[in-house]
């Protein structure tokens, strides 16, 4: 059976991947912040049959990363999804009005635990059938696309997201592992506000057709949900 582990799977983009690979008959470990209080996770697990189970992940917390880690360690994953960020809303992030705490807080979590968690599972994503790991950006880490300017702290960490994914996508070729870096759409989620253009299912139906066909071609790759290729 083909195992996946989601970052952030408790609300929005994570949840549906969770619920969908589901659904595609796999195993799940799905990893979030609260799993006390993480009730439509709770319940999927506990229909799951034990096919979905839940994992304590701040994906910036080096000690619960190290211990998730062990405590998988020797498992395969075919599918490594680092899906959790954050955006700390419009306001704080015009020009003039970014803190330095929270700019480095979005870097932690947007930019440097996407590489963290792949180091921690890379073993474990080499081992498997399918060896691939998503890395879920934004088109607002998009040079090329910023038409607006403002969102300094999410742009930026999304930016440098597509660069860490790219050095990645290079680095773990060797060990027959694929690397892409998606943009999900602009989804209905907490994030995306209900203004939003798609929702959670259609964004990870679209990214799940892309990641379960990716060729080496679409490695270090820059796509949206629905195949088409972003500048960078
Ligand atoms: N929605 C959009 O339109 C859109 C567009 C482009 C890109 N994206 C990207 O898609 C991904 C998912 O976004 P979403 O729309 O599903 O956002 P969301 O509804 O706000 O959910 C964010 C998820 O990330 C988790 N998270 C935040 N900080 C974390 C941390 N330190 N450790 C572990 N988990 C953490 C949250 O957990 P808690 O519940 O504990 O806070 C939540 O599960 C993000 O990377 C986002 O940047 C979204």
């Known amino acids: 059976m083909p195992t996946a582990l989601v970052t952030g799977a408790n609300r929005g983009l994570g949840l549906e991947f969770v619920k969908q690979i589901h659904a595609q008959g796999w195993r799940v470990y799905a990893c979030c912040r609260n799993p006390s209080s993480a009730d439509s996770l709770l319940q999927l697990a506990q229909d799951s049959g034990g096919r979905v189970t839940i994992h304590t992940l701040a994906v910036d917390n080096a000690s619960q990363l190290s211990k998730l880690a062990l405590e998988l360690k020797d498992q ?112 209905k989620t907490d994030m995306g506000g209900p203004n939003a253009l798609i929702s959670p299912q259609q964004s990870v139906a679209g990214m799940l057709k892309i990641l379960l066909n990716l060729g080496w071609q679409d490695s270090g790759r820059f796509l949206a949900y629905d195949g088409k290729e972003i500048a960078w």
């Open 76 to 187: 395969p994953l075919d599918l490594l999804i680092n899906n959790a960020g954050i955006y700390s809303g419009r306001n704080g992030e015009r020009f003039g009005m970014c803190s330095t705490d929270e700019w480095l807080k979005v870097f932690q979590v947007n930019t440097l635990a996407p590489l963290r968690v792949t180091e921690a599972f890379v073993e474990n994503v080499a081992q498997s059938e399918l060896k691939i790991i998503a890395n879920i950006t934004s088109k607002m880490g998009s040079l090329g696309d910023n038409t607006s300017g403002g969102a300094y702290m999410y742009r930026s960490s999304k930016a440098a997201l597509n660069m860490v994914v790219k050095s990645m996508a290079h680095d773990l070729e060797p060990q027959g592992i694929k690397v892409a870096l998606l943009h999900p759409g602009w989804v």
